[in-house]
Structure formats: structure tokens, C-alpha cells
């Protein structure tokens, strides 16, 4: 099985009990459950996340953030799914999609990257 074509959600951040709550939610749909990002995983790709290599992990300090990370939805799917996952995730959550460029960044710099877009679109209202 090729776990990168497989759709599945990327998570960092949650606690236990949100951490639980979505993968009910994902139960429901037939959606495996999340795959954690650990805080020492900074400089491990988004691919190798997915591919679920184990790396050498070094302490890259991640932001203190909540990220949920989707790989592999249709657009309406995705769509569908977000909706349901608003209703139980806190509004600090950065949601976003694995893209063909994303895919080859560290979860460092993707989250930096997020991070920045939020900050940039907050200051534009």
C-alpha cells in the first residue's frame, strides 16, 4: 500500500481529547485516523510524514500551534469534511492541504509559512 496516495489527515498540536474527537469524526467516514506530527519533527518533509519513514528527528523548535493538514480529498470532499471538523475544532486551528510544492517542505517550514499567511490576512481586514 502506498501510504502517500492514501487520503488521511496530518495533525499537530491537538491534545488528547481533540485528538480523539476527530478520529471519531473520521471514524465515521470511513477516514483512517489522524497521523501525529510530534514537536521533533520539524525537519522531517510533509512527503516522508505521509510516507510515514522513520527519520532521524532532530529538536526543531515548532511553534506552540494547532495544525491539521489534509492530503489526498476531492475539493467537495474536503469541503464536507472541514465543515464537519469546524464544529469540533478550536478557531486557532490552521487548517490546510497538501500541495504538490508543500509536499516537499519540512513541517518547520510549512507551519512558519501558514502561520505567516494567517498574520498577513488578519492585517489585510
Known amino acids: 500500500m ?10 499537530y498540536g491537538l491534545t488528547g481529547v481533540e485528538e ?7 471514524a465515521k467516514q470511513n ?7 510530534e514537536k521533533n519533527m520539524g525537519n ?6 505521509l510516507q510515514d519513514i522513520k527519520k532521524i ?5 515548532l ?5 491539521l493538514i ?5 475539493d467537495k470532499e474536503l469541503y464536507e469534511l472541514i465543515d464537519d471538523i469546524r464544529q469540533i475544532k478550536s478557531s486557532d486551528t490552521i487548517l490546510a492541504a497538501v500541495t504538490p510544492t508543500s509536499i516537499n517542505w519540512t513541517v518547520n517550514y510549512l507551519m512558519h509559512h501558514l502561520i505567516a499567511e ?7 481586514k
Open 20 to 26: 480523539e474527537v476527530l478520529n471519531e469524526l473520521l
Open 31 to 37: 477516514i483512517l485516523p489522524c497521523r501525529v506530527i
Open 70 to 74: 489534509f492530503s489526498n480529498f476531492e
Open 2 to 11: 502506498n501510504l502517500i496516495n492514501e487520503k488521511s489527515i496530518l495533525a
Open 118 to 124: 494567517r498574520e498577513a490576512y488578519k492585517k489585510s
Open 63 to 67: 511553534p506552540n500551534e494547532k495544525l
Open 44 to 49: 522531517v518533509t510533509i512527503r516522508e510524514v
Open 57 to 61: 528527528k532532530v529538536n526543531t523548535e
